[in-house]
């Protein structure tokens, strides 16, 4: 049930909310099929999409709910927006609320731009004289003001979503409820958004989005919840719910450390029986946030005397660019002698400052001389993931000062 009530400065109150849909194992989708089959009944199962979910947000406050793929976000969403109606519990929202849950549902694909943004614009909420007005500057912040007389059916998927999320935005609403609506359009355009959703929590809206972009949650919401099969399992700082949900989105591949197999790539004369990354606290894992101590670890098997051995580390992108390469021999520090039977393991640490993504490790076991000398050889059988809620946009994020002056005078 959906219903408006005063709240004082609660703005949406989520209370024991439930949502189970009803799948068919198999269904029947023409007259034929049931024609031959009059007697075959579908079976169903019960899928619960929301389990007692209970939260509060308050007015003028910016609310993530993120999660993974099946986890109930958007469901959530329309129970909210009144599009679903809920098995159990009841949902009160204050004020006019605006929902950003399919951005162009509605458009006529066989009008011109202006036709579709005045019927959008009444269906949302505003009066045909307001919608006309407010046309120009709809246009104008798409950008398509040199496409406004094409029919829609002619326009890209980009130039779609951008006329969509224009429109949107021009809604006078207390609460606007947004789904997935901030990968629209090219960089400029998503600045765009950006700046407006700054906007709107700067005067007030109380906004509850719905997003898979860590960085997003970072840095708009002031609280935020993470479902996971329809329940609530996190709530409560941005950073730390993102934190939460990189975990648990990145665990499920949660590759345990990699052991060698196979025979080997170089001289025979030592192999590497084992690799693996390690946090600061020796704990071995798969996932490492970004700026927090990251350890390789290779155990090495010497079946023969071996002078001065030293080990190489390559940490290889998803695109195969190796982003930071180490080695024990830095400067061609000398490792000593080692007989044949001895074990040893040889380890690289350093701050993590990798962007966030997956990286393959390549170990080399060399032999320092005149030149470098293969002796084996790991060859991406180590995998990791960084994850971060923030990203600059390069292939390591430096820590960076920056500053700004006012009034420097420059001397005559």
Same mark, same amino acid.
């Given at each position: ?16 909310v ?13 007259l034929?099929?049931r ?28 609310f ?11 469901t ?126 700067? !005067?007030?809206? @109380?906004?509850? +989005?719905v997003?898979?972009?860590?960085? /997003?949650?970072? #840095?708009?919401?002031?609280? &935020?919840? =993470?479902l996971?099969?329809?329940?609530i ?18 665990n499920?591949?949660?590759a ?55 080990l ?29 039977? !001895?074990?040893? @393991?040889?380890? +690289?640490?350093?701050?993590?400052v990798? /962007?966030?993504? #997956?990286?393959?490790?390549? &170990?080399? =076991? ?14 991406r059988?180590v995998?990791?993931v ?23 005078e420059?001397?005559?």
């Amino acid at each position: 049930m959906l219903r408006s009530t005063d709240s004082g400065r609660t703005a949406i109150r989520v209370d024991g909310v439930a949502k189970t849909f009803r799948i068919p194992e198999e269904a029947m989708h023409t007259l034929k099929e049931r024609a031959l089959h009059p007697l075959r009944r579908s079976g169903h199962h019960q899928f619960k999409a929301l389990e007692n979910v209970s939260f509060d947000v308050r007015d003028g406050e910016f609310f993530g709910v993120v999660g993974r793929n099946g986890s109930g976000k958007s469901t959530l969403l329309k129970c909210m927006a009144g599009i679903y109606a809920t098995d159990r519990g009841n949902i009160w929202i204050t004020g006019r609320m605006s929902p950003f849950i399919e951005l162009g549902v509605g458009f006529n694909p066989d009008l011109a731009a202006r036709d579709n943004v005045v019927l959008n614009g009444i269906m949302l909420g505003l009066s045909p004289r307001e919608a006309r007005a407010r046309y120009d500057h709809v246009i104008e912040f798409a950008e398509l003001e040199e496409f406004q007389e094409l029919k829609l059916k002619n326009y890209s998927s980009g130039m779609h979503v951008r006329l969509a999320f224009s429109v949107a935005i021009q809604v006078d609403a207390d609460v606007l409820l947004i789904d997935e609506v901030l990968a629209v359009g090219d960089a400029s355009f998503q600045q765009k958004c950006f700046d407006v959703f700054n906007r709107l929590r700067d !005067e007030g809206k @109380t906004i509850v +989005l719905v997003t898979h972009d860590m960085g /997003a949650v970072s #840095r708009f919401c002031h609280r &935020a919840i =993470l479902l996971e099969k329809g329940e609530i399992v996190a709530e409560g700082d941005p950073e730390a719910v993102a934190n939460d949900y990189l975990e648990l989105n990145f665990n499920r591949e949660g590759a345990a450390p990699a052991t060698r197999a196979g025979g080997w790539r170089g001289s025979g004369a030592a192999r590497i029986v084992d690799a693996w990354c390690e946090s600061s606290d020796g704990a071995q894992t798969a996932m490492f946030r970004q700026g927090g101590e990251l350890r390789f670890c290779a155990r090495v098997e010497f079946l023969e005397a071996v002078d001065d051995p030293a080990l190489t580390v390559e940490f290889e992108n998803a695109e195969q660019v190796k982003v930071l390469v180490g080695s024990t021999a830095y400067d061609e520090e000398r490792s000593g002698r080692f007989e044949a039977g !001895e074990q040893a @393991t040889f380890s +690289l640490e350093f701050t993590n400052v990798m /962007a966030p993504g #997956r990286y393959n490790v390549i &170990a080399t =076991l060399s032999r320092l001389g005149h030149r470098l000398e293969l002796i084996d050889r790991s060859d991406r059988e180590v995998s990791i993931v960084v994850t971060a809620t923030r990203a600059q946009g390069g292939v390591v994020d430096v820590p960076i000062r920056a500053s700004i002056e006012r009034g420097v005078e420059v001397a005559p």
